[in-house]
């Protein structure tokens, strides 16, 4: 059973950075596509990132040139770098893969400060 565990958040004002960081057990991790997804308070979970096995990426525009997503397959490990944060980054991130497994981490709490 695959397992994500994941770390790096915190309480950062607006126009800081963090780096989040996901451990993946229980997987073929270099064949997978990944994704980082983000839930705030009273919304719905949404996608801020993902990387393909090949290291193709992709974000949507409420986060692309400020997010970068990045793995090592010698340590199936996924990382989230987030900078120029502001108040509305804030929510609990969570790694999975591109279609998400019902395994989901705690996640790792986000906030920021105005």
């Known amino acids: 059973q695959v397992q994500f565990v994941e770390s790096g958040g915190g309480l950062v004002q607006a126009g800081g950075s963090l780096r989040l960081s996901c451990e993946v057990s229980?997987?073929?991790?270099?064949?997978?596509?990944f994704a980082w997804f983000r839930q705030a308070p009273g919304k719905q979970r949404e996608l801020v990132a993902h990387?393909?096995?090949?290291?193709?990426?992709y974000y949507p525009d409420s986060v692309k040139g400020r997010f970068t997503i990045s793995r090592d397959n010698t340590w199936n490990t996924v990382y989230l770098q987030m900078s120029s944060l502001n108040p509305f980054d804030t929510a609990v991130y969570y790694c999975?893969?591109?279609?998400?497994?019902?395994?989901w981490g705690q996640g790792t709490q986000v906030t920021v400060s105005s």
């Open positions: 999975n893969f591109q279609i998400p497994s019902t395994s």
């Open positions: 229980g997987s073929t991790f270099r064949f997978k596509t």
């Open positions: 990387i393909t096995s090949t290291g193709f990426t």
